[in-house]
């Protein structure tokens, strides 16, 4: 006797669930265009004040002035989980004083000089829950 795979569905979510959900996170993949490519690299990120703030090994001067940021928790084990994405402007945190403070409370891999921080500022905010399809 053989049992088929659970059926799974996506479930929007609600943006502040979404931002709850990024909230609770620390990793993410920073989105961008250059040139004809699309550019991912990852990023450690903390939300503070309605912006999130990010650390990512991406030059500061290939950064657009809009980017997205996605954020992901998959559970293999259920095939439940849930995906955010936040899209809106970037700026570089070049102040001293507030980019010393990332460097200290951000997670991740040493702050290097390769490494940009960013403040992102959301404009579109969307979410979605991976769960078990009901019978």
């Not at 084990?77 to 809106?88: E, S």
């Not at 390769?114 to 969307?126: D, E, I, S």
Request: aromatic share 8%; net charge neutral.
């Amino acid at each position: 006797m053989s049992t088929a795979p659970a059926s799974l569905r996506m479930v929007e979510v609600s943006g502040a669930e979404a931002l709850w959900l990024l909230e609770g996170s620390t990793l993410g993949r920073l989105v961008y265009p250059q040139r004809d490519l699309t550019v991912i690299r990852p990023g450690w990120h903390t939300w503070e004040y309605g912006r999130l703030v990010v650390c990512t090994p991406a030059p500061a001067a290939a950064v657009p002035s809009t980017a997205t940021y996605h954020v992901d928790e998959l559970r293999t084990a259920t095939g439940t989980g849930w995906t955010v994405t936040v899209a809106g402007p970037v700026d570089v945190i070049t102040d001293p004083d507030e980019a010393a403070h990332y460097q200290r409370t951000l997670a991740g891999w040493t702050h290097g000089p390769h490494n940009t921080l960013l403040r992102l500022h959301p404009k579109t905010v969307t979410g979605f829950r991976l769960a078990r399809a009901e019978t």
